[in-house]
């Protein structure tokens, strides 16, 4: 079983940046396809970055590439969603969610396990 740990969110101005973490443990980590997700209140949950658990292949939402960056550190068992230039509308509940040997998919029912989310909110 894995355990994901989201940490990092909070209240921000636009434009702002922040780092989430996602801290793993139940599994090797360099063996989990790992993805960053968001949730707004009222909405389905979105794809916002993926990245791959061999090569390190990463692959982003259009809506926030360049702004969005996904990276792994496998010593430290952590995956991070840098976010910069961050706008309103990215105002959302922010969960990584993984998976044993997994490519890296956009869909949410391909991930076998999920944190329980920190929140982000970006004000005007």
């Known amino acids: 079983q894995v355990q994901l740990v989201e940490s990092g969110g909070g209240l921000v101005q636009a434009g702002g940046s922040l780092r989430l973490s996602c801290a793993a443990s139940?599994?090797?980590?360099?063996?989990?396809?790992m993805g960053w997700f968001r949730q707004a209140p009222g909405k389905e949950r979105e794809f916002v970055a993926a990245?791959?658990?061999?090569?390190?292949?990463?692959y982003s939402a259009d809506s926030v590439k360049g702004r969005f960056t996904i990276s792994r550190d496998n010593a430290k068992n952590t995956l991070y969603l840098q976010i910069d230039s961050l706008k309103p509308e990215d105002t959302a509940a922010y969960y990584c969610?993984?998976?044993?040997?997994?490519?890296?998919?956009?869909?949410?029912?391909?991930?076998?396990?999920w944190g329980q989310g920190t929140q982000v909110t970006v004000s005007s």
């Open positions: 139940g599994r090797t980590f360099s063996t989990l396809a």
């Open positions: 969610a993984a998976v044993a040997y997994g490519f890296g998919s956009r869909a949410p029912r391909d991930y076998d396990y």
């Open positions: 990245i791959s658990w061999i090569g390190g292949v990463t």
